[in-house]
C-alpha cells in the first residue's frame, strides 16, 4: 500500500468525557512528538496506531490510512504491516550473533545486496550508540541503548518501514539529536513518544496527553526551532562530559572552558 498519511481520530479519555483534539493527520516526511506527565496515556496512543484501531479498543480512537478504514487482517499480516514499533522493552529470546540476525531479516525482506544492507544497518546503529555493534556479537549481549540503536536502523534500513513510532529512545543513552538529524534524512513518518523537550520541539507538531486522553495539539514554530538549537548544545555538553567520564578522565572547571571553545 502506498501510504501518504494516516489520520488517528480521537475517543474518550480515561474519565470517558471526549478528547479535545478530534482528529490530526500524520504524512510522510513527518516528525511528531506524543507528551504528557507519566500515565497520561501516551503509549495506549502509540499502540493504537501500531493496532489500527477502529472503534476497538478501551479509548475508541480510530485510525486511517489515506482515508479509509483498514481492512482487519491487515494488523496481523506481517508482509502488509507498515509500521516497525520501537518500545522500552527490548530482551531478545534469540543469542544470534548480530550480523546473522540482519541477514536473517534482510533475506527475509528480499534485499538484494544483503551483505551490504546489513553493513549500512550496522554503521547507521553505531552513529546513535556510544558503544560500537560488532556483527560477531550475540544480540543478547547487547546493552539497552545497542539494542535500540539497532532496533531503529534495521527498521529504517531493512524493514523500509513507512511509519516507526519509537517510545522514550532517550532513556537508553542514545544521541537523540543525531538521531533525528539522521531519521530526517528518511521520507518516513516519525512518531516519538518522548519526555525530552529538545525531541519534542524539533518535531514539527507536538501532542499534548492528560488522563489519557489527547489535550491539545501545538505546531512548532521558529522561537521553539531556535530554543531547540539551545538546548542541542546543552545536550552536546553533557554527551562530551559523559565520553570524558566514560573515558576514564578527571573533570575540572577548565574542561567546560575548553568545550565553550569547541561548540562555537
Known amino acids: 500500500m502506498d501510504i ?120 547507521f546503529a553505531n552513529k546513535l550508540t556510544g558503544e560500537a555493534i560488532i556483527k560477531e556479537t550475540a544480540m543478547t549481549e547487547l546493552s539497552g541503548g545497542q539494542t535500540r540503536s539497532l532496533l531503529i536502523a534495521d527498521a529504517v534500513i531493512i524493514g523500509n518501514s513507512p511509519i516507526i513510532l519509537l517510545d522514550e529512545i532517550e532513556n537508553a543513552g542514545i544521541n537523540k539529536t543525531k538521531a533525528i538529524e539522521l531519521l530526517k534524512g528518511y521520507n518516513k513518518i516519525f512518531v516519538f513518544v518522548t519526555h525530552d523537550p529538545t525531541i519534542a520541539l524539533f518535531s514539527d507538531f507536538r501532542i499534548i496527553m492528560k488522563n489519557g486522553a489527547m489535550q491539545k495539539l501545538i505546531q512548532s514554530n521558529e522561537g521553539e526551532r531556535a530554543t531547540a538549537d539551545k538546548l542541542k548544545t546543552m545536550d552536546n555538553i553533557i554527551l562530551y562530559y559523559r565520553g570524558l567520564i566514560r573515558a576514564g578522565e578527571e573533570i575540572n572547571i577548565n574542561k567546560l572552558d575548553e568545550l565553550s571553545l569547541l561548540l562555537k
Do not use: M, W, Y
Open 4 to 123: 501518504q498519511k494516516i489520520t488517528v481520530k480521537g475517543g474518550l479519555g480515561k474519565d470517558g468525557r471526549k478528547e479535545n483534539v478530534e482528529s490530526f493527520d500524520l504524512k510522510i516526511g513527518d516528525i511528531v512528538s506524543i507528551v504528557g506527565p507519566t500515565g497520561c496515556g501516551k503509549t495506549t496512543l502509540i499502540n493504537d496506531i501500531e493496532l489500527f484501531a477502529n472503534q476497538n479498543t478501551p479509548s475508541g480512537r480510530q485510525i486511517l490510512i489515506n482515508d479509509e478504514v483498514i481492512p482487519e487482517d491487515f494488523s496481523f499480516d506481517p508482509s502488509k504491516h507498515p509500521i516497525a514499533l520501537i518500545s522500552q522493552h527490548t530482551n531478545f529470546l534469540s543469542d544470534l550473533p548480530v550480523g546473522e540476525f540482519l541477514t536473517i531479516h534482510a533475506t527475509v525482506r528480499g534485499a538484494e545486496d544483503i551483505e551490504n544492507v546489513v553493513s549500512e544497518t550496522i554503521s
